[in-house]
């Protein structure tokens, strides 16, 4: 056995870089582009230097090299898990319990849900099997009919009977499952590529054999030298370069999955748990409960989503957010699993585990997004029906054209143009224009930090022109932050923050919080408050270190004899900046104001700043009063403020710019602002927000900031222009071989072209348009900051391609 070695350095000593190319190597598992001299995960097989992305990756490897080095010699992957889903790529309405075929197109299904257990595409196994086991019988086949009448291989008598030995096994064999697929695309009454391909390769075989068998039932116009010619050599071809194209479409689609299967990779295999006697032990991933308290070690991953109980660390969460920037971490703050631990320790609690988990969910929503239908897929297929159908009348016009009008031999003419107009007619790269597309974007859009719901998203969100917004937790934290304390004489403001803290304690407000956690900053001593009160829409009361201390606004100063006026002119300005200001009185008296405010999120600035220079209009409908609200809006440039509004204002709002003829997203993260998300032409939700908000959403910001939406309309533009791209090009490429194949050009030239020309340039257009689908791989999103600098293996090979 070839032994492994794991070393530090990207290349050692007597070794050969496997599949490097301008610095950068193929993760030769997962198919994803690694950088040599910054990934730690490496082995050597057979004295090649392999670079991984993941220690995962690296360990399948080792485990079984050769089923990533010659898939063709490797043991066949083992069959999928009871209960796996199988999907169309190219009608995804398609699906059914475990493998088959499309009814509509003929496709094979593919599983909704990769495994990073996936071994090789048992079509593709299959599908290879055929093609090199027949090629030299085709190959065969072919020598002998263009060469065999000039050079004499064999007596002229024998030579058909040859040929028919040789393509049996081609059509009969090789060419079964297309012939499956004609069949049933005939019982379905669904025509599609099958339906020209088989139609064309019986065509050519079976009139060969009665050709053959029988030469004496043709009339003189079908010889050509007194011998009725036959056609072995382009059915065996045709089936022999469908199967190659094939191949090659495989092997590209599979690509299409590399970012499901990077997301799932990111998951650890286990967690450390903290025994109730004290005591520690690892255990798997799936043994974890919903409350098991677990330890994070400095580097480690994040095993499930969950609340920090103890420690303080940064935490790495670019892999599902795009932001390369680390995130402190302390107690009470959220974690997500996955994510990568810094230098610090970290006690934490489980909340989310399994499916429930925001990783788990990420995966969900990107395979769903991959199984949807942009409605210029709808177009195309309902474009494609007809096609096929018109293809066959085509076909039949160009065989009794020929046939009635050509020159001699003018049936063996029809036949020959037939044949090729059926085969270079194949609407395969119609139908995989669009899907790939959507495949290929979502994928690149989830490592982004943007999730689409549905492929009808990643088309409409290019189109829209006014956005309306949220205040709270989307533009700004949505967690109010203290922000100043002013004190009147004799009182100083230690003395104000400590006696507003002290009786806040008891409060459950997010106001109350902030302030006792200023407080605690700064290591104050709190005193227990007495006889505690809180009154709805006013403030608090009650008794500390024997003083009657009152806190909250006019009303309540006003009710306990206490004139704000001191601080009144301040107490302004604070609420026209956006805080929210409360005074404190003492003993009666009037001893100071505190001011707390909820902070803009960072960046919010610069992302309204990009999706105005897009063309945005930007309305902000808040639940906050309006001086509120137009304080942050005017700090932001916001075009049109909306205060005070409940959610079926802002429902309202949405359906009016609609009817005034706009295009109109809504981004939110809160349940009150579901109704406007689901009426919206497209909503956005915040991956920090409520899940009610998430699922009324069609695109959800995983770090919940605005510059997710410019990523999001670049995406969006990018993968359109790519639909377009192939489209165009599938359209293009039918409009013009179709014409040539039926024999425009022989007028002309005096040539017809072949039907085994046709089957090749059939087979490079599919193979064109998966290819073009996966730029977008490459495509770096508007407002994406710093990738290439991100320590996560996803985020740099999802940089490098």
């Known amino acids: ?273 903290l025994r109730d006697d004290g005591g520690e032990e690892d255990v798997e991933l799936t043994h974890i409960h919903v409350g098991d308290r677990l330890r994070v070690r400095p580097g480690e991953k994040v095993p499930v989503d969950g609340v920090v109980l103890e420690g303080r660390s940064n935490v790495d969460e670019s892999m599902l957010t795009g932001e390369p920037v680390p995130v402190e971490k302390t107690a009470g703050d959220r974690v997500i699993g996955a994510t990568i631990n810094g230098t610090g320790a970290l006690v934490m609690r489980a909340e989310k585990t399994g499916g429930d988990g925001v990783l788990s969910q990420i995966v969900q929503l990107v395979a769903q997004a991959q199984r949807s239908r942009a409605p210029m897929q709808r177009m195309a297929d309902r474009v494609a029906y007809w096609f096929v159908l018109g293809v066959l009348a085509i076909a039949l016009a160009t065989f009794l054209g020929w046939g009635l009008f050509g020159p001699e031999p003018s049936w063996t003419h029809a036949i020959v143009a037939a044949v090729s107009v059926l085969i270079i007619a194949c609407p395969c790269a119609l139908g995989l224009a669009t899907p790939m597309s959507i495949m290929v974007a979502t994928g690149r859009a989830a490592q982004a930090g943007v999730l689409f719901r549905d492929a009808e998203a990643v088309e409409t969100l290019r189109r829209i022109d006014t956005l309306v917004v949220d205040k709270t937790g989307t533009l700004t934290e949505g967690r109010p932050a203290f922000r100043e304390v002013v004190a009147l004489a004799p009182w100083t403001q230690d003395e104000v923050l400590r006696l507003a803290a002290s009786l806040d304690v008891a409060s459950e407000h997010p106001l109350a919080a902030a302030i006792v956690a200023e407080a605690r900053r700064r290591d104050m001593a709190l005193s227990p408050a007495l006889d505690f009160e809180s009154m709805t829409g006013t403030g608090v009361r009650g ?79 808040s639940g906050d009063a309006t001086a509120t609200a137009r304080a942050v809006a005017q700090e932001l440039g916001i075009d049109e403020v909306h205060g005070g509004v409940r959610p079926a204002d802002k429902l309202a709002l949405v359906q009016r710019l609609q009817s005034e003829g706009r295009r109109v997203a809504m981004a939110g993260d809160g349940i009150n602002d579901a109704p406007a998300l689901a009426a919206a032409d497209v909503g956005i939700a915040m991956g920090t927000g409520t899940d009610v908000a998430m699922s009324s959403a069609q695109v959800t910001l995983v770090k919940g900031d605005l510059a997710g939406i410019a990523r999001a309309r670049s995406i969006s533009d990018a993968t359109v222009r790519n639909m377009r791209q192939n489209l165009g090009f599938a359209f293009a490429y039918n409009a013009l071989g179709i014409p040539v194949a039926a024999g425009v050009l022989y007028p002309f030239t005096g040539l017809l072209l072949s039907p085994m020309l046709a089957a090749a340039a059939m087979s490079l257009s599919s193979v064109s348009v998966v290819g073009n689908a996966l730029r977008l791989r490459l495509a770096k999103p508007q407002g994406e900051r710093g990738k290439a600098k991100s320590k996560s293996a996803l985020a740099r090979s999802t940089t490098a391609g």
């Open 543 to 621: 008794s500390v270190d024997g003083k009657a201390i009152v806190l909250g606004n006019d009303a309540l100063m006003a009710e306990h004899g206490i004139d704000p006026a001191a601080l009144g002119q301040r107490a302004k300005e604070l609420r026209t900046h956006g805080a929210t200001a409360m005074y404190l009185g003492v003993a009666g008296g009037l001893a100071g104001l505190l001011a707390v405010a909820d902070p803009l999120k960072a960046g919010t600035a610069d992302a309204i700043a990009q999706l105005h220079a897009a063309g945005l209009r930007i309305v902000m409908a």
């Open 1 to 273: 056995m070839t032994a492994h070695r794991e070393h530090a350095a990207h290349s050692c000593c007597g070794s050969t870089q496997a599949g490097v190319a301008d610095g950068k190597a193929i993760d030769p598992v997962c198919g994803m582009t690694v950088d040599p001299a910054t990934t730690s995960h490496h082995a050597v097989h057979g004295d090649m230097d392999y670079h991984f992305c993941s220690a995962g990756c690296r360990t399948k490897f080792i485990a079984n090299p050769m089923r990533y080095l010659h898939p063709e010699q490797a043991e066949p992957a083992p069959p999928p898990p009871p209960g796996t889903r199988y999907f169309c790529p190219m009608d995804p309405q398609i699906e059914q319990d475990g493998p088959g075929t499309c009814p509509i197109c003929g496709m094979a299904l593919e599983p909704m849900l990769p495994s990073l257990d996936d071994g090789e595409n048992p079509e593709l196994t299959d599908f290879r099997r055929r093609f090199w086991w027949t090629l030299p019988l085709s190959l065969a086949t072919m020598v002998l009919a263009m060469a065999g009448h000039a050079v004499a291989l064999v007596p002229a008598a024998m030579q058909p009977w040859i040929e028919l030995a040789l393509a049996t096994p081609v059509v009969l064999w090789a060419g079964w499952p297309f012939l499956q697929r004609w069949a049933q695309s005939i019982r379905n009454r669904s025509p599609n590529m099958w339906t020209l391909i088989g139609t064309g390769v019986l065509a050519a075989f079976g009139y060969s054999v009665v050709a053959t068998v029988a030469p004496d039932v043709f009339p003189a116009s079908f010889r050509d030298h007194g011998v009725v010619g036959v056609y072995f050599e382009a059915a065996a071809m045709i089936v022999s370069l469908t199967l190659l194209g094939q191949l090659l479409e495989l092997k590209a689609r599979s690509r299409t999955s590399s970012a499901l299967k990077a997301l799932l990779g990111l998951a650890p295999k286990t967690a450390r748990r």
